[in-house]
């Protein structure tokens, strides 16, 4: 075996309790959720945590998603306001993450970034919850790509940026949605949007009410910097294709590269988002990108793509 496989393995029986004894000793385990993969350290262990800002190579240590088994265990550590405990009730386990004020807790100082709040979340996918159990820790994951770059959607993706920093990449196939979760934190009593993402707006606003814009009172650390950004140049927006240049496309078009989705359906292009920007990043410098509606998951979508083509300046 090359040392490129050896670091993945089946999230099988085998390979989840390997992983979860790995995260018990204060390892790195990259492993499958519903949204991307996530790369994962002990939450209560300052040392693991740091481990993953040094293996992501970020910049600085923006705050991380904790990772939990379910409501009563996030309660332990975060403080649960009405509105925060309605929407963990509606989309947990799920693509859902939420930014709370840190209650007095075993987490490290350092998944919070020496903020006061920490970001929560309870994953939906069977090897992700089953990894929880079988820890019997919070998990802090960030996305498992190296900083600034494309998500993660398979663990090959994982493999190319992280194999050496990696302790083992639990292999779950291609991730179900294929965008990040949907960050909702709170000004006083408001609910924030911080980050659009697996779970559109409406629904959200169906049981918060209106979703404020984050602003100066509150923010997330981690969207202030260009992210998500592949080689090539980006073009957004395209109606026609340039010489030199491949199309992303949505919708028909028989000028596509690759189509996010021929029929034009949001779900579908978001999960074919990161893998399709992979996939043409390989081969063309410039990358022209089809409209997409800012409607449903749209939102997320342009805000991802917006973010690729900012550059990584
Ligand atoms: O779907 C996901 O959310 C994936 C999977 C692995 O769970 N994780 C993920 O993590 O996307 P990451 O680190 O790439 O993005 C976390 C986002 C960042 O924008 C970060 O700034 C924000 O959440 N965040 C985390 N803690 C925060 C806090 N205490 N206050 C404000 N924003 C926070
Ligand atoms: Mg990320």
Known sequence: MDSLTEKIAPADAEGIARAARILRDGGLVAFPTETVYGLGADATNGRAVAGIFAAKGRPRFNPL???????AEAERHAIFSDIARRLAARFWPGALTLVLPRATTALSELVSAGLSTVA???????VAQRLLREA?????????????RVSATLASHVEDALQDK????????????GLESTVIGF?????????????????IEAVSGPL?????????????????????????NASTVEQGEALLGFGPSSDATLNLSIRGDLKEAAANLFAMLRELDKNARRIAVMPIP????????????????????
């Open 65 to 71: 998603i904790v990772h939990v088994q379910g409501l």
């Open 120 to 126: 929560l979340r309870v994953p939906s996918h069977p």
């Open 136 to 148: 019997g820790l919070p998990i802090a994951a960030p996305s498992a790509n190296s900083s600034g």
């Open 166 to 177: 990696v302790d083992v990449i639990l292999d779950g196939g291609p991730t179900a949605l």
């Open 187 to 203: 000004d006083g009593a408001r609910p924030v949007l911080l980050r659009p993402g697996a779970i559109a707006r409406d629904d």
């Open 212 to 236: 404020q814009k984050a602003g100066a009172n509150i923010q997330s650390p981690g969207q202030m910097e260009s992210h998500y950004a592949p080689d090539a140049t980006l073009r957004l």
């Open 294 to 313: 800012d409607t449903g998951l749209g939102e997320a979508i342009n805000d991802r793509l917006r973010r690729a083509a900012a550059g990584r300046e």
